[in-house]
């Protein structure tokens, strides 16, 4: 599928395909407006239902567990968290020739958690942190464990399932950054997270994707955390990519707050930095505001006061 959801030889994801679901499996939605959210995502469309609800439909069969698994953990999840997340009102199942399944969402007001929206970084960062905390300790029996459909999230540092943070895929998109960055300080990053000592606790809960699009803000506070179709139990070191995206002190403050180890951190670096990597059909060199974070979260990962000094691993 393209960015708008359509694609040769499939439906597209448009307002007429939704009005169409809607009527032949949630009648009593069937009238309400329907209007695409106005930055569209990656791996699932989304659209505003009325005033106080959103749909939402995987575009790839990769995503389609994501249904499920939000359906199923998010409202047991939601009251053991210190800010309101997605909440799911239906199940949509396969129809009118869309072929996954889908949600219902209420809405949940707010602007994404750009630098620019946030009034106060250091206690966003405690906030963000505190979230974190709250979700790592809510048992974690018989919870999804990283696989196919939530990317692979809470894997293993150099783990060799297809996440963004597998070998195969970070090595070839560092040495694409030649010319814009000491690759081999970038290097040194990857390294360090890699002979970083695995996670020896049981596994957590972990979102997975905590990057700006999926936070929440009202007035410059962090207001709510949305998209949890990465949750996973797993290594914590994931959540932990978030951090960067915090100036040095609000940083430092998130560590501190999360109680992080130095092991950990050196695995969520490694997690933080592939996540900053382009990745292939990307128009990452074409879009200079993505180049630009990119390389601020690149640059404050080697920077960080934390990284080992000389090679971190064996040659």
Not at 86 to 106: I, N, T
Not at 136 to 146: E, L, M, S, V
Not at 206 to 215: A, C, I, R, T
Request: aromatic fraction near 8%; include cysteine; hydrophobic fraction near 45%.
């Amino acid at each position: 599928m393209t960015a708008d959801g359509s694609g040769s030889g499939e439906s597209p994801v448009d307002v007429p395909l939704v009005r169409r679901l809607l009527a032949a499996q949630f009648p009593r939605w069937a009238e309400l407006p329907v209007a695409p959210v106005p930055v569209p995502g990656m791996d699932n469309a989304m659209f505003r239902l009325g005033d106080g609800m959103s749909v939402r439909l995987p575009r790839f069969a990769r995503w389609a567990g994501q249904v499920e698994r939000e359906q199923r953990w998010l409202p047991r999840l939601a009251p053991y968290l210190p800010l309101p997340v997605s909440e799911p009102l239906g199940k949509g199942e396969p129809g009118q020739g869309y072929p996954f399944p889908w949600s219902v969402y209420r809405w949940l007001e707010g602007e994404t958690a750009t630098a620019d929206r946030i009034a106060d970084p250091v206690r966003t960062a405690a906030e963000l942190a505190g979230f974190i905390a709250a979700l790592q300790k809510i048992d974690a029996t018989g919870g999804p464990g990283p696989e196919a459909s939530n990317a692979f999230r809470g894997v293993p540092m150099g783990d060799e399932h297809d996440s963004v943070a597998c070998e195969a895929r970070v090595r070839p998109r560092i040495a694409k950054l030649k010319g814009l960055i000491d690759i081999d300080a970038v290097t040194a990053v990857w390294e360090a997270a890699l002979s970083a000592p695995a996670w020896n606790s049981p596994p957590v809960w972990v979102h997975g994707d905590l990057g700006p699009g999926n936070l929440l803000t009202v007035g410059g506070r962090l207001s709510a955390v949305i998209d949890f179709g990465t949750l996973a139990v797993g290594d914590p070191a994931v959540d932990l990519i978030p951090a960067w995206n915090f100036p040095a002190p609000a940083r430092e403050v998130f560590r501190t707050t999360l109680g992080v180890d130095d092991a950990t951190w050196a695995r969520g670096r490694g997690w933080a930095l592939a996540g900053a990597l382009p990745v292939p059909d990307d128009p990452y060199f074409k879009d200079p505001v993505r180049v630009t974070n990119a390389l601020r979260v690149l640059r404050a990962l080697i920077a960080d006061p934390r990284m080992p000094q000389g090679p971190s691993r064996p040659s």
